[in-house]
């Protein structure tokens, strides 16, 4: 059974960092196309940025140049590297692993999330 947790959330003042890792059992990171995304109460879940087995990488053009996805393949934890952080990214963040490896950035179907964790973002 997958199971997914993220954690590394906070509050923060506009232009700080955080950095949230995602730790995974019963799933590799390394394998598969993985991914963060965010949602806020009433609004739909967004996508934020996907990673590759091979190191690609995509981000959603309002975190572009600010976030940046990677893994650490040994310890098996994805990460979201947050810098220059916004009052609209204030979000629970989730992260989320499919069990596609390539054509990453077509992937529609998210086979297990994490059950998110909070960052609040002050002006």
């Known amino acids: 059974q997958v199971q997914l947790a993220e954690f590394g959330g906070g509050s923060v003042q506009a232009g700080g960092s955080l950095r949230l890792s995602c730790a995974a059992s019963?799933?590799?990171?390394?394998?598969?196309?993985v991914a963060w995304f965010r949602q806020t109460p009433g609004k739909a879940r967004e996508w934020v940025a996907t990673?590759?087995?091979?190191?690609?990488?995509g981000y959603a053009d309002s975190v572009k140049g600010r976030f940046t996805i990677s893994k650490d393949n040994a310890k098996n934890i994805l990460y979201l590297q947050m810098n220059s952080l916004k009052f609209e990214d204030s979000a629970r963040y989730y992260c989320?692993?499919?069990?596609?490896?390539?054509?990453?950035?077509?992937?529609?179907?998210?086979?297990?999330w994490g059950q998110g964790t909070q960052v609040t973002v002050s002006s």
């Open positions: 990673l590759s087995p091979v190191g690609s990488t």
């Open positions: 989320a692993a499919s069990y596609q490896d390539t054509a990453c950035f077509t992937v529609t179907t998210w086979h297990n």
């Open positions: 019963g799933y590799t990171f390394g394998a598969y196309c």
